[in-house]
C-alpha cells in the first residue's frame, strides 16, 4: 500500500516521476500513489483520488507554475487539509507562492527540489516519516526495528 499521494500537473510529469522513482528505491515499489495514465471519468476520478489520498500518510504537493493553476491539484490539497494530512510542499520551478496558497499554507515549509541539499532533506524526511532511519553502513536506510 502507498505511504504518499503526490499532487503534481500533468504538464510536470517527467520531473515528478523522476523523484518519485528515487523515492521508491529507498522505502519500496509502489510506496507512492501518482496518476500515471490518467483516469478517464470523472465520477472515477473523484472516487479514487479520495481513496488514494485517504490511505497515504504523507501528501506531496508537487509546486509549480502549472500545479498552481490546476483546478484539480487545489482540489487534492483542499481536501488533504481536511483530513489532517502532512503536507510537504515541494517546489518544481522558481513560481512563487500564489497568493491563495500563500494565504491558505503559507506557513509551511517549502522545499525546492533543485537545491541538492534541500533535496537530500526531503528525502530524508520522508524515508523516517515512512519508518526509515540512516545507518552508517553503505545502506543508509534501512527499516527501524
Known amino acids: ?17 523522476k523523484l518519485k522513482d528515487e523515492i521508491e528505491q529507498l522505502i519500496g515499489k509502489d510506496s507512492c500513489w501518482i496518476d500515471l495514465k490518467g483516469i478517464e471519468s470523472d465520477r472515477q476520478f473523484v472516487d479514487v483520488i479520495i481513496d488514494a489520498i485517504d490511505h497515504a500518510e504523507i501528501f506531496l504537493f508537487m509546486y509549480s507554475k502549472n500545479s498552481d493553476r490546476s483546478e484539480w491539484t487545489r482540489k487534492e490539497i483542499e481536501y488533504a487539509y481536511s483530513e489532517k494530512k502532512k503536507i510537504v510542499f515541494v517546489r518544481l520551478d522558481n513560481y512563487q507562492l500564489s497568493k491563495y496558497y500563500r494565504f491558505q499554507y ?21 524515508c523516517t516519516w515512512c519508518g526509515y532511519g540512516k545507518r552508517p553502513d553503505e545502506d543508509p536506510y534501512s527499516p527501524v526495528k
Do not use: C, E, P, T
Not at 1 to 17: E, G, N, P, Q, T
Not at 119 to 126: A, H, P, S, Y
Open 1 to 17: 500500500m502507498h505511504k504518499i499521494f503526490i499532487s503534481y500537473s500533468r504538464s510536470d510529469f517527467a520531473k515528478v516521476v
Open 106 to 126: 503559507g506557513g509551511h515549509d517549502i522545499i525546492d527540489v533543485n537545491d541538492v541539499l534541500q533535496k537530500q532533506k526531503l528525502i530524508d524526511n520522508i
